[in-house]
């Protein structure tokens, strides 16, 4: 297998996949990797699935101490999930479109904003508008979903 300067995997010339992460301490070593980044993401219930594949590992490898990390872990992403309760988010993300010569490039281009959880969309508004109004220009800001005639 060859991740050359790509990072994508591809099967070396016979076909079979002899890569490091085609070994049982490579695909535990992306398991837990991929564990790590759900937690930092509060993606708690995915966890629990990645973890269960990492326990069968743990206990055909007898690998105790691991098993118990793992079920510790698990514990306390629990404990926030309930803790959190219903407020509970994994982010707000608002769709934004730039319309208008003065925009150049970025013309009818829509992009994705991810911002904090509970950031209103007042919030995220009043930033762009500073971020964008000049006094010299025409300035609207649309708070709507439908389409826009850029005429």
């Known amino acids: 297998v ?11 010339e016979e076909g079979m996949c002899t890569g490091g992460e085609f070994t049982e301490r ?6 837990r990797d991929s564990a790590d980044l ?5 993606m708690y219930e995915t966890v629990n699935e990645v973890y269960k594949l990492l326990s069968r590992i743990y206990l055909n490898k007898r690998v105790y101490f ?9 514990h306390l992403a629990y404990e926030k999930m309930h803790t959190m309760g219903k407020k509970r988010q994994m982010g707000c993300y608002f769709r934004v479109t730039l319309h ?9 281009v829509t992009m994705i904003y991810k911002e904090k959880p509970f950031t209103k969309l007042a919030e995220i508004a009043h930033r762009l508008q500073s971020m964008y109004e000049r006094p010299e220009d025409d ?13």
């Open 139 to 151: 300035f609207e800001f649309i708070t709507d979903s439908k389409k826009i005639d850029p005429a």
């Open 2 to 12: 060859s991740t050359q300067s790509t990072g994508v995997l591809k099967p070396d």
């Open 26 to 31: 490579g695909i535990t070593a992306l398991l």
């Open 66 to 74: 691991k098993l118990g990390e793992l079920h510790k872990n698990l």
């Open 38 to 42: 759900l937690l930092q993401c509060n």
């Open 100 to 108: 208008g010569l003065k925009f150049g490039e970025l013309n009818g």
